[in-house]
């Protein structure tokens, strides 16, 4: 049901004399169907950057309730893309592993701050990793624009979401925007998007970094899962970086709709239904598709732990923070509330009975 892409790099290395040659393979799966534990893991990813969004917005922003303001941080948590990249590597006789964990776009303290901290909320950007466009950019140019956050700025802010980071350890690596000198898959603008700020991009280049810091060997394996899919103008930076050193990367993508002929297949056997366009289980309801199934689980997530109301809890008796804006519908007029000649508002029955 998935489909599989595949493409075998080989290098060649020549110092004279013909030597050994190095190589490195890219598969690319795309998952339809919530089977195995992909979105679980991909969940669990989720929930760290959550928490540290919840921990910026506690320490430098308390009280903040502005619900235009809020929303931009709840949508942020539910929807900007997340990648999970597992190292399997040869120690000691046996197999080591370390993961590493990343969020598409801009640091979390810049997000919030400029949730938090701007004269109004900023233009929903068109992926994870835009920035603010000057007035002359062209999607046409690959070149980067005017406005722009230097790389500079985006390390500073890591630096400041370090702090916040506060469950990783030696085999669960936290992987942020860093410095580009020494990486082989050098950072490039694409119609408006740098994707140096991809989840992918930043979770291979940290497991660059290790290898080039001797930290690990070459010639492992990459399982890598994202909750979108890897952009064509990505996959040549991948794989000169599998070419390089020597790995064999699998990546397994997801996109939010299911094959029609997979849907039909899941109707047809009695495991499925429609559900506001959404492919579910036949009884329990709950939704079929991986990207779904991910895209339930962190709503929940930014409900239990990024509210307002999960945040700063109303004291008993007290008011509770502000939501986000959800007009009901006007409530009926009854039978009895008609319309006086005067126009005055009805009066109600007078009781003649009186008394007890």
Same mark, same amino acid.
């Given at each position: ?6 493409? /075998?790099?080989?290098? #060649? /290395? ?42 910026? #917005? ?189 790995? %064999? ?29 959404? /492919? #579910? ?14 895209? #339930? ?14 945040? %700063? ?44």
């Amino acid at each position: 049901m998935n489909t599989t892409h595949r493409v /075998l790099l080989t290098a #060649v /290395l020549f110092a004279g004399a013909f030597a050994p040659a190095w190589a490195g393979s890219l598969a690319i799966t795309r998952l339809h169907l919530d089977q195995g534990n992909v979105v679980a893991l991909l969940e669990a990813s989720s929930q760290r950057h959550v928490e540290v969004m919840r921990s910026i #917005v506690q320490a430098s922003y308390p009280g903040e309730h502005d619900a235009r303001r809020w929303e931009i941080i709840e949508n942020h948590a539910r929807r900007v893309p997340i990648a999970r990249v597992s190292y399997e590597y040869p120690v000691g006789g046996g197999t080591g592993i370390r993961t590493y964990h990343a969020v598409g776009g801009e640091p979390l303290t810049r997000v919030a701050a400029q949730a938090f901290g701007g004269r109004t909320p900023p233009a929903t950007p068109s992926s994870a990793g835009s920035s603010p466009l000057s007035p002359t950019w062209s999607e046409d140019d690959d070149s980067p624009p005017l406005e722009r956050v230097s790389d500079d700025e985006l390390v500073a802010a890591e630096a400041a979401d370090a702090s916040h980071y506060i469950a990783m350890d030696d085999t669960d690596i936290r992987a942020p925007f860093r410095p580009s000198e020494r990486t082989v898959m050098k950072p490039y603008w694409h119609q408006g998007s740098y994707h140096a700020l991809d989840p992918e991009q930043k979770a291979m280049r940290a497991l660059e970094d290790d290898i080039l810091d001797g930290k690990l060997p070459r010639g492992g394996k990459v399982h890598a899962w994202l909750s979108s899919v890897v952009c064509a103008t990505c996959r040549r930076p991948l794989e000169r970086m599998a070419e390089a050193y020597d790995l %064999e990367v699998t990546f397994t993508e997801m996109v939010p709709f299911v094959p029609t002929h997979i849907t039909q297949a899941e109707i047809t056997a009695g495991r499925g239904r429609m559900k506001a366009f959404r /492919l #579910v289980h036949a009884e329990s309801g709950m939704p079929l598709g991986a990207f779904d199934a991910l895209d #339930v689980a962190r709503d929940a997530q930014v409900r239990q732990a990024l509210s307002p109301v999960a945040i %700063e809890p109303p004291l008993r008796g007290g008011s509770s923070p502000m939501r986000t804006f959800r007009l009901g519908p006007p409530r009926p007029r009854r039978v009895t509330e008609g319309s006086s000649a005067s126009g005055a508002p009805p009066q109600q029955p007078v009781d003649e009975a009186g008394g007890c």
